[in-house]
């Protein structure tokens, strides 16, 4: 297979600074070498960590409660056309991060390259403690990265162009054709919203009572087999004991291997077109980041074909 890597150092869509690291971290730790020499994958990959340094606005007030809107949404639409362009070659992309708001740029870029080179609609499976769809009404924080859901979905609509008005049809994504797994930590607004459009999603409670196999059948069963399907995987889906440097971590998670399990099961669909990693912050609980790090190149790998035996 042929892999397109883009490494986004960005931490502008939440507070906490270190997230960048994470790209050159997971790296440092031999993933594009395992890619290539372990799973046979033909890597493209320019060698560089983005930091979108010349995107930086001069100045950048709040803007609907949002914090950084102008700087998010430039590096979000450049990193949406790097994306575009590795997919339209019919590449599978890989997008390290990074915080969540990157995939506002990962997941139009996809859905924009599949429309035009299938006709097709893609699917996204979020695995997440946070569903990351609030609107920038619903959110109390007004950190971007629990909001790209909204803004991709059309949930949240913008006219100024420099603040995601860029997003327009052929990026968006269709609510009935996302699936959540590993929710815990969702906000009232987001519930409402949840409910209100039907969107599928399976909580930490769903996985407890059927079981990772039964979730993962159901959550594929919804998609329909043969959809082209991009995977955006947050850290913070994994518990915090497998998972503990990460900006906004959630006990009552995912085991290392259950997030393991899903990346097999979207492997084996033989329908993944694209694989976000995100949110692990090497600088939080440094005697944890190791694991952390080690934990999201395994899922990266199990994803891309990994087997075990
Ligand atoms: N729901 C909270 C908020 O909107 C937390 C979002 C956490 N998102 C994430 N990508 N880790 O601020
Ligand atoms: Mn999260
Ligand atoms: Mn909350
Ligand atoms: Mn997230």
Redesign the pocket.
């Known amino acids: 297979h042929d892999v397109g890597v883009v490494a986004v150092g960005f931490s502008g869509?939440?507070p906490k600074p270190g997230v960048d690291a994470a790209p050159m971290a997971l790296i440092e730790a031999g993933l594009i070498k395992e890619l290539e020499n372990d799973l046979d994958m033909k890597v493209a990959f320019d060698g560089q960590v983005h930091n979108y340094a010349e995107l930086l606005p001069a100045e950048d007030p709040e803007y609907r409660g949002m914090k950084r809107p102008k700087f998010v949404s430039a590096v979000t639409k450049t990193v949406s056309d790097q994306v575009y362009n590795y997919a339209k070659d019919g590449k599978l992309v890989l997008t390290l991060g990074g915080?969540?708001?990157i995939a506002m740029g990962t997941i139009s870029g996809t859905a924009k390259a599949v429309r035009e080179r299938l006709g097709r609609e893609i699917a996204v499976i979020w695995v997440?403690?946070?569903?990351?769809i609030?609107t920038p009404e619903t959110?109390?924080?007004g950190?971007i990265?629990?909001?790209p859901v909204s803004f991709l979905t059309g949930l949240a609509k913008e006219d100024r162009e420099d603040c995601f008005g860029w997003l327009k049809p052929e990026h968006m994504l269709s609510t009935k054709k996302l699936v959540y797994i590993g929710l815990r930590?969702?906000?009232r607004g987001?519930k409402k919203i949840l409910r209100d459009h039907g969107i599928k999603a399976f909580s930490m409670h769903d996985v407890d009572r059927h079981g990772i196999g039964k979730v993962m059948d159901m959550a594929l069963g919804w998609i329909g087999s043969d959809t082209p399907i991009h995977l955006s995987f947050?850290i913070?889906a994994l518990d915090p004991m497998w998972a503990p440097s990460?900006?906004?971590a959630v006990r009552g998670g995912l085991t290392l291997r259950e997030g393991d399990f899903i990346a097999e099961c979207v492997a084996e669909t033989g329908s993944l077109i694209a694989l976000d990693l995100?949110?692990v912050n090497p600088s939080l609980d440094e005697v944890g980041a190791s694991d952390t790090i080690r934990a999201g190149n395994s899922i990266i790998r199990c994803a891309l074909g990994d087997t075990l035996l």
């Open positions: 869509g939440q915080d969540h708001s997440d403690a946070h569903a990351d609030n959110s109390d924080s950190n990265h629990g909001m930590d969702i906000d987001e947050d913070d990460t900006g906004t995100v949110e």
